[in-house]
């Protein structure tokens, strides 16, 4: 079984800056792909950014150059840094982790969520 728990959500003021943290546990081979989403009021889920095992990122235009996207290699845990936070970022942050599985069979998973509130 695998579990994602994640953390740092919270309330900030615009301007500010909040990370997120995404701890994945259970049994794990290999995480390939770990993502960031987001769904706001009334919107779509939306992909913010998402980083490979192999360190490349991707970020959806609104965050380019204010969210950063890491995970160490050697661990399972990855961290979305969101800086110069404005009130449309306001959303329900998911984790979402493309992995292998300790007898290499695949799986996605998705963390619960934690709310990100952007004051202005």
């Known amino acids: 079984q695998v579990q994602l728990r994640e953390s740092g959500g919270g309330l900030v003021q615009s301007g500010g800056s909040l990370r997120l943290s995404c701890a994945a546990s259970g049994s794990i081979y290999k995480i390939n792909t770990m993502s960031w989403f987001r769904r706001a009021p009334g919107k779509q889920r939306e992909l913010v950014a998402f980083i490979t095992s192999g360190g490349i990122t991707n970020y959806t235009d609104s965050v380019k150059g204010r969210f950063t996207i890491s995970k160490p290699s050697a661990q399972n845990t990855g961290y979305l840094q969101m800086n110069s936070l404005r009130s449309e970022d306001t959303a329900v942050y998911y984790c979402?982790?493309?992995?292998?599985?300790?007898?290499?069979?695949?799986?996605?998973?998705w963390g619960q969520g934690t709310q990100v509130t952007v004051s202005s």
């Open positions: 979402n982790v493309d992995l292998l599985r300790a007898k290499g069979w695949p799986g996605i998973y």
